[in-house]
């Protein structure tokens, strides 16, 4: 079987994608993966440590709200974009078409949904938010069958053929870590004081760091807290770690990125990050208290939303970027770090309200699909 997934741009889609391949190949060792994204995407450069997933690279770029220059060059890209994706079909020639999300996802499953109409293609998306993106709610009207990680997402498909709630699904080594004294070294973390891991997601954030290094005296000062910070792209982690060494601050550790991730979150008291969908669900299967910073520029506010869905079951707190700005982030992480039973609570809602088996169901979907195909 020949399966061809596209999306990424962001670690949001990318991620859910690179488990789903991964959980194909283990499941089917012979199926033949391909994957569709653009060569400014998180996907080009982890793609290359994946040799058995053919990576195939489109023109593509998404609309941009109030954005008339970026809007003009996005649609005069589509054209470019169904050519590069005609000639993938016909060198690759895909059975079933897997959409996750974003601006790179949109020829492909089109023209896959077009070409099912004649021969035997599947079309199928995949909606990691609470509120589906426009791609998806473009795509929704053609294809065999919408994935969607929450139910209440269901109101965003009223003419999708058929909506199955899954779930997000997320890479094994999250479902696989623990904590371990090999696992702090490899850190540089000690086992006896209460670590919080902060991040903004695979592009990074330069409001959760600044807010950080906003308020680094409370952190100087506190013995029983340590801090894994990522940087990721947003700034200079050579820059980052400097600050903090010359404010005196000992118990902060800067990594621009972290291979292990799964172990970062098996070590970490309490999750600081934005509120993209992916996060959530890696926070959520884990069961992980967390504090969520929701990026205000996300499209239709999405973050803002999937962060008070989680606050309104208790498995959250959320901070507003705008009072972090003013106060800093380390008073508020040493508040809730310092309640031991908002913690255990915060963990055990998230835990019930995580879907640890989506990616199994997401597996049992594409494969009565894959049998259609083979029809």
């Not at 990721?232 to 601050?249: L, Q």
């Not at 901070?319 to 255990?344: F, H, N, S, Y």
């Amino acid at each position: 079987m020949r399966i061809l997934v596209a999306g990424g741009g962001t670690g949001g889609h990318f991620y859910p994608a690179l488990a789903v391949m991964e959980a194909l190949v283990r499941k089917e060792p012979e199926v033949s993966l391909g994957y569709v994204g653009t060569k400014r995407g998180i996907e080009a450069r982890i793609l290359p440590s994946y040799p058995w997933i053919r990576f195939y690279p489109i023109h593509a770029r998404g609309l941009g709200r109030g954005n008339i220059v970026q809007n003009i060059l996005a649609l005069s890209l589509l054209l470019v974009a169904f050519l590069e994706t005609a000639w993938i079909f016909i060198r690759f020639r895909p059975r079933l078409v897997i959409g996750m999300g974003g601006y790179a996802s949109f020829t492909p499953v089109i023209l896959g949904a077009i070409l099912g109409r004649f021969i035997p293609i599947r079309t199928v998306i995949h909606e990691q938010n609470l509120v589906a993106g426009l791609t998806n709610r473009i795509l929704s009207r053609f294809v065999d069958k919408v994935l969607v990680s929450y139910p209440q997402t269901r109101r965003d498909f009223p003419r999708a053929r058929r909506v199955v709630v899954t779930g997000n699904p997320i890479r094994q080594e999250f479902l696989l870590a623990q904590r371990s004294e090999a696992a702090y070294r490899r850190f540089g973390l000690d086992p006896a004081k209460k670590t919080v891991l902060v991040f903004g997601g695979s592009r990074g954030s330069t409001a959760l760091i600044s807010s950080l290094l906003r308020a680094m005296e409370p952190l100087s000062r506190d013995d029983g807290l340590q801090v894994l910070l990522v940087t990721g792209d947003a700034e200079d982690e050579n820059a980052i770690r400097k600050a903090f060494n010359d404010g005196g601050v000992k118990n902060v550790i800067v990594r621009r990125y972290i291979d292990r991730m799964g172990e970062a979150f098996a070590l970490a008291d309490l999750i600081v990050s934005r509120a993209g969908a992916t996060t959530l669900a890696e926070i959520t299967s884990c069961g992980k208290p967390a504090l969520l910073v929701p990026w205000a520029g996300a499209a239709d506010d999405h973050q803002r939303k999937n962060a008070h869905y989680l606050e309104q079951v208790q498995a959250c707190a959320v901070a507003e970027e705008k009072d972090l700005m003013e106060k800093g982030l380390a008073p508020l992480i040493e508040e809730i770090v310092k309640d031991e039973e908002r913690l255990i609570r915060m963990g055990r809602n998230a835990a019930r309200v995580g879907r640890r088996y989506a990616t199994s169901l997401i597996l049992g979907e594409l494969e009565s699909l894959a049998r259609e195909a083979r029809t």
